[in-house]
């Protein structure tokens, strides 16, 4: 079985472009994650789905991100426009309904310039 | 100043040896506490989960105990190996509170 996927692995881009993260969750998995750290800092939660429904966004740090889940299978992330702050890796991670062990996808280094 | 605090930062030890990680947490109440290896290049991988209600954990060499009266947690790694070498991260299962890690490095 494939686990949590994510593309790309490795994004530089320069400020005031726009990127999209994309992730795969493991098939059948209703809830869907997304997490960042950034450079020196721990991980932090952005928001979570539900299927295609968001169940909680409250850790997205503005509107330049935009997470969508259309047809509740992969998501995708974008931040637009980029900022130098905006660096860090991007983490996803998926569960079962009614599961707690979250599985991690290996995560997308975004690289701001 | 984070809610999940990890000690120490970073910890080198020979192969074979024991060691504790600390994790000390503000965040109150929490649904369940988590410990997570994360190796260079790859997403965190669950050790363990354990409720409010539970005190201890084990996975393999990898054990788990929690004090809610102290607010402590902490990961003991028994006899180690060099495949050890990892980031281990502390999350308090609340609103998803992360601790920064301590990366451990296993010498032969």
């Known amino acids: 079985e494939a686990g949590v996927t994510q593309f790309p692995s490795h994004s530089v881009i320069e400020k005031g472009q726009t990127v999209t993260l994309r992730c795969d969750p493991i098939?059948?998995?209703?809830?869907l994650y997304w997490y960042r750290r950034v450079m020196g800092k721990e991980i932090k939660f952005l928001l979570h789905f539900v299927k295609e429904s968001k169940q909680d966004e409250s850790g997205m740090p503005n509107n330049r991100f935009l997470a969508e889940r259309t047809g509740g299978t992969y998501s995708t992330l974008k931040v637009q426009p980029a900022e130098l702050e905006d660096s860090g890796v991007y983490f996803c991670?998926?569960?079962?309904?009614?599961?707690?062990?979250?599985?991690f996808g290996a995560g997308t280094r975004l690289s701001v310039l | 100043k984070n809610q999940v605090e990890q000690s120490p930062q970073s910890l080198i030890i020979l192969e074979g040896k024991n060691c504790t990680l600390q994790c000390n947490y503000t965040v109150s109440p929490f649904s369940n506490l988590r410990w997570y290896k994360q190796d260079t290049g790859r997403g965190p991988v669950s050790l363990t989960i354990?409720?409010?209600?539970?005190n201890t954990k084990s996975n393999g060499r990898y054990t788990a105990t929690l004090d809610a009266d102290t607010k402590q947690s902490s990961l003991h790694i028994t006899a180690s190996q060099l495949s050890d070498s990892a980031s281990y991260i502390c999350?308090?299962?609340?609103?998803?509170?992360f601790g920064a890690g301590t990366r451990l490095t296993v010498k032969p």
């Open positions: 354990m409720t409010f209600s539970e």
């Open positions: 991670a998926s569960s079962p309904f009614g599961e707690n062990i979250q599985y």
């Open positions: 098939s059948g998995h209703d809830n």
């Open positions: 999350v308090v299962w609340n609103d998803m509170r």
